[in-house]
């Protein structure tokens, strides 16, 4: 449905393909986050990924001058809390105690991907100022027309927070473990950061590839074999398979089949080979999956046919840290969860998701709530980063 106001035209779509790659990819490409680009959010619904069916039912927010699209905003409408790492499912039992459905909601991030950047696409040339103020209040109106009790924005760009906030949205904080470049000149300098005996464990850790008679291999790009693309997700559905219910096994084999020819200039692979293949290196036996953009890194899976001895640490994290390294990555996001990812170097680092709720019994109950979470996310983020393994605490 299209509407019109403040010499604006909003159209609200049901999926990525009804908009042109070549309008939309100029208000993405200039963020700094790979996940909102045309390609990889059309692949994760043509892939079947993130669907109605799948409880991701994509309503995009479109916003146009004539014929120019100058503005864009990811969103989704959930019939559940799933693939969010934002866990929120204490709101709904309030919701549906009070006799307020809270599903479906209003949802912005890239679907299952919790990393940090969600905001509005706006053309560099507009008044972004000006485009926030209209596009809160078409999704305001949005949700008032089809009574929906909430919209969230999840993993928020840092310096788009302040402004949301003066639209009336409350902040909720969190945190993901990230590795940051502390200007390290090679794999060394890294190690260097380190107490004494976490240097030695982190040291025996990468002998353990060779033990295992496995060397490690990083490939991105063209230098991708297109055979490794459904092997990845062989790896990423026996992974998820382990954890039973919990393995949250959201996307497809079409999707990562997909991203051969769409988006493999962004992907990184880290491949285990066996030693005695040779140089013809035949299949790896675990592997991991990460995304690049400009100096960001992202892990975002990995798996392995057997349970190998410090492999999990090699491919998503030792490996990808010295391939960051050599190619002057500064920040590097290995994914959810894992408090163990501090032993590694990557601090508690906090990032925030932005809610309104429009029912007034819900704000009156969960804004203070979230103001003591955020008191008690304060000092749990400091306490974990006291126990950082470093020579000096930086």
């Given amino acids: 449905m299209d509407r019109t106001a403040a010499n604006y035209t909003f159209t609200w779509i049901h999926q990525i393909a009804?908009?042109?790659?070549?309008?939309?990819?100029?208000?993405a490409q200039p963020l700094t986050s790979p996940f909102f680009e045309w390609d990889w959010l059309h692949n994760l619904e043509s892939s079947g990924s993130a669907t109605g069916k799948a409880g991701?039912?994509?309503?995009?927010?479109?916003?146009?001058?004539?014929?120019?699209?100058?503005?864009?905003?990811?969103?989704?409408?959930?019939?559940?809390?799933y693939g969010e790492f934002v866990f929120d499912h204490q709101f709904a039992d309030l919701s549906?105690?009070?006799?307020?459905?809270?599903?479906?909601?209003?949802?912005?991030?890239?679907?299952?991907?919790?990393?940090?950047?969600?905001?509005?696409?706006?053309?560099?040339?507009?008044?972004?100022?000006?485009?926030?103020?209209?596009m809160v209040a078409e999704i305001d109106h949005f949700c008032d027309r089809n009574q929906i009790s909430s919209c969230h924005f999840l993993y928020v760009d840092p310096s788009w927070q302040s402004r949301l906030q003066e639209s009336g949205f409350s902040p909720w904080r969190?945190?993901?473990?990230?590795?940051?470049?502390?200007?390290?000149?090679?794999?060394?300098?890294?190690?260097?950061?380190?107490?004494?005996?976490?240097?030695?464990?982190?040291?025996?850790?990468?002998?353990?590839?060779a033990k295992a008679?496995?060397?490690?291999?990083?490939?991105?790009?063209?230098?991708?074999?297109?055979?490794?693309f459904p092997l990845m997700y062989r790896f990423y559905e026996n992974t998820c398979d382990k954890f039973g219910w919990w393995g949250s096994k959201y996307l497809t084999k079409r999707f990562f089949e997909q991203l051969h020819s769409t988006y493999r200039h962004r992907v990184l692979f880290v491949a285990a080979y066996p030693?005695?293949?040779?140089?013809?290196?035949?299949?790896?036996?675990?592997?991991?999956?990460?995304?690049?953009?400009?100096?960001?890194?992202?892990?975002?899976?990995?798996?392995?046919?057997?349970?190998?001895?410090c492999l999990h640490f090699n491919v998503c994290y030792y490996s990808p840290i010295e391939w960051a390294i050599d190619h002057n990555i500064q920040i590097f996001d290995p994914g959810a969860g894992g408090r163990h990812k501090k032993r590694r170097g990557f601090p508690a680092t906090p990032n925030v998701s932005l809610h309104r709720f429009y029912?007034?019994?819900?704000?009156?109950?969960?804004?203070?709530?979230?103001?003591?979470?955020?008191?008690?996310?304060?000092?749990?983020?400091?306490?974990?980063?006291?126990?950082?393994?470093?020579?000096?605490?930086?």
């Fill in 96 to 134: 549906e105690r009070l006799g307020i459905s809270y599903y479906p909601k209003l949802l912005g991030m890239s679907p299952f991907t919790p990393a940090e950047g969600y905001r509005f696409l706006i053309a560099p040339d507009e008044d972004e100022a000006e485009l926030l103020g209209v």
């Fill in 275 to 309: 030693e005695s293949a040779g140089e013809d290196k035949g299949h790896p036996l675990g592997m991991s999956f990460c995304l690049t953009k400009g100096d960001r890194l992202y892990g975002r899976y990995w798996g392995s046919h057997d349970e190998i001895n």
């Fill in 174 to 209: 969190h945190h993901n473990y990230i590795w940051h470049n502390d200007s390290y000149g090679s794999f060394d300098d890294y190690l260097k950061a380190f107490n004494a005996n976490q240097r030695r464990n982190i040291k025996r850790e990468r002998k353990a590839m």
């Fill in 18 to 27: 009804e908009i042109p790659k070549a309008a939309w990819d100029p208000l």
């Fill in 359 to 394: 029912p007034s019994r819900l704000r009156k109950i969960i804004l203070p709530y979230l103001q003591q979470v955020n008191e008690m996310e304060e000092q749990e983020v400091a306490a974990i980063n006291e126990e950082l393994p470093f020579a000096h605490q930086p």
């Fill in 56 to 81: 991701w039912m994509p309503c995009h927010l479109t916003v146009w001058r004539d014929r120019t699209l100058v503005a864009a905003a990811p969103l989704y409408l959930k019939g559940h809390s």
């Fill in 213 to 228: 008679g496995l060397t490690l291999k990083t490939l991105t790009g063209d230098e991708i074999p297109r055979a490794l």
